[in-house]
């Protein structure tokens, strides 16, 4: 079974502490078997995709306060000891496959259904920059904010690197609203023409 290297074997299994929050399915889920989440905000971007595309699934409950995130089992599924992951019993070539990082998750799972993503390729990509947009910048940065306005870091006396990540926070917020205020009908999908030309070593 390919884990996320494709070489070692994939030792992840429920927990049996956990395994009263498992759903069971029946055998020939065309889903993921197994989802791994805690109820935080990249695993609900996970859970949020599979109940929109409808996928079968058996959700698993990952306890922070128990570092079942870190326990080997998971860190098998994900060596960043970090959820969401995902375990495809049948993935690409029928082959099982497990993934971690919520943005390809959710784009693997696109894919594998053709939904919520565009067949058209500018627009497919369109899409795709957006779920970058909120891996590379909103998550980080908003989650900064957390940090340091209203966990451990709170307490820091140095304000300059809360002001730093509100800043930042506020800049990639102004952006995506302006590109939603912009836009008619799906805003990931539909992102205006760009206005810029190209003056220099351009195609077109
Ligand atoms: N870039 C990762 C971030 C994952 C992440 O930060 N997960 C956090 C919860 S939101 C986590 O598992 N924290 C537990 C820990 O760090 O031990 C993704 O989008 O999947």
Known sequence: MANHVGQKPLEFRCPPRLFSHCVALAGSVPGPSAALFAPDPNGVKVSIMLEEIGLPYEPHTIDF????????????LNP?????????PNGPSGQPLGLFESGAILEYLAEKTGKLIPAD???RWQAIQ?????????????GQVGFFHKFAGKDFEDKRPRDRYVAESKRLSASWSGTLRASSGSWATNTPSPTFRCSVGCAT
């Open 65 to 76: 306060n128990k570092d079942d995130q870190k326990t080997p089992e998971f860190l098998s």
């Open 80 to 88: 960043n000891g970090k959820i969401p992951a995902i375990l495809d």
């Open 121 to 123: 390729p500018a627009r």
């Open 130 to 142: 957006w779920v970058h947009f909120q891996m590379g910048g909103i998550g980080p940065m908003f």
